[in-house]
Structure formats: C-alpha cells, structure tokens
C-alpha cells in the first residue's frame, strides 16, 4: 500500500541555518506530494504541494521538489527563523481514487535564537 | 478563503462517557475528515465522509462513530471514552478530486 516514511524525529538548528527534513514516499500511482506545518497548539496548516513529477513547490522560503526517481519530497530552506519552529508533516495523496492523504510521522523542528 | 471552526475546543470526560465533537466549514467543501493525534505523535484517520450522509470507516474507527448532518457540518461521537484515548481530535475537508486538506485547530480531549 502507500506510505511515507520521515525518519528525523527532531531536528534543532540555529538561527540561519540551512533546514533539510527528509520524506520518501511509496506508491503505485500518480501521487500528490504536500508539506504540512503545524504550530504550537493549532491545527496543521499547508505549506506546499506539488503534483506533477519532478517539479518545486514553493512557500514562506521553503521549497520542495517531487523526485520521481528516488521518491522522495525532501523540504528544505536556507535561513531558518525562530519562528520557523513547528512540527513538519510530509503527506501523499495517491490518484487512484482514494480521498485520503497518507502522512508521514512529522519533524519537530526547534530553531534556537 | 474559508475556516473550520471545531467545538468544544477542551472537552473533559469521565471514562466510560459518551462525547460528542463537532465540525463546521464554509469552504463548502464536498469531503470531510476526523484525525486524532496522540501527543507528540502524526495523524490516524478515523473517519471520512465524501458527501453528505456518507460515512467511510479510517484505520482507527473502533470506539468511534460519525455522523454527516449535512455539508458543512460533521459530528464525531467518541462510544466510551477511555484514558488511553486522550488525544487532540482534528477535523478537515476538501474540494472533491484534490489533495490538500484544510484543518480546524483542534478539540483537546482529556478522560478522567
């Protein structure tokens, strides 16, 4: 079946840093890839999402790219902010006619001043 | 632009309680979802409607019923509840045929 794996439980960068979070995906069909972020206390928000292979999503500074070959969805920025701290989530929806989108575990993400 | 608006947004219960969550959006969105989130942890669907008066069962649907009164509105009933189930409850929708879901802010539940 689908699935997405994001194995970094926790990352914690300074200010400025480069921010890299890991998403590979697997799926028999035409996906779409999305990147969800979720602060403190609230509800998921969507950052981004890209449904045609090979192709970058963009928002707020944070960009992905869909790789068809690796499959993977990696979400990457290049100064991170204190208030970029929030938990990421990588998720799929796959075309096959399902309404559901898979989700990946998330990635807190800690920004020290 | 739209909004989801979740009630109650603490819900406090004595184990073995019937509750009752409630979701509203005026995105006019054909599809809605119930997610619960354990703390710390992703997202499980428990269950889903693609249009009013249908109900589709997620992974986690065991001790939950659902019910779609009409388009904008879907009410999660938690059967019994159980310590082991506390949780933030998170509803969403979506325009029929794609892909991003918008979510509420939440109901927080705690079982005493």
């Known amino acids: 079946g689908d699935s997405v794996t994001q194995k970094q439980g926790q990352v914690t960068l300074s200010e400025d840093d480069f921010l890299f979070i890991n998403c590979t995906y697997s799926?028999?069909?035409?996906?779409?890839l999305l990147w969800y972020v979720q602060y403190l206390g609230q509800g998921p928000q969507l950052l981004l999402k890209?449904?045609?292979?090979?192709n970058k999503g963009i928002s707020r500074g944070f960009e992905a790219t869909y790789d068809k070959g690796t499959t993977s969805f990696h979400l990457q920025k290049a100064s991170v902010q204190e208030s970029d701290s929030a938990v990421y989530f990588c998720?799929?929806?796959?075309?096959?006619?399902?309404?559901?989108?898979?989700f990946g575990s998330g990635t807190q993400l800690t920004v020290m001043p | 632009g739209g909004i989801i608006t979740q009630t109650p947004k603490f819900l406090i219960g004595q184990e073995g309680q019937k509750l009752t969550l409630k979701c509203q959006q005026n995105f006019n969105h054909d599809t809605m979802y119930w997610y619960r989130q354990d703390s710390g942890k992703g997202l499980r669907l428990i269950y889903y409607s693609i249009t009013e008066n249908d109900l589709q069962k997620g992974d986690l649907s065991e001790g939950y019923d659902a019910s779609r009164e009409k388009k904008s509105s879907f009410s999660l009933t938690v059967t019994s509840a159980q310590k082991n189930e506390m949780a933030v409850f998170l509803c969403a929708s979506s325009m029929a045929g794609r892909g991003e879901q918008y979510f509420g802010p939440g109901t927080r539940l705690t079982v005493l």
């Open positions: 998720a799929l929806g796959a075309s096959s006619g399902s309404w559901q989108l898979i």
């Open positions: 890209v449904t045609t292979a090979n």
């Open positions: 799926t028999t069909t035409y996906p779409t």
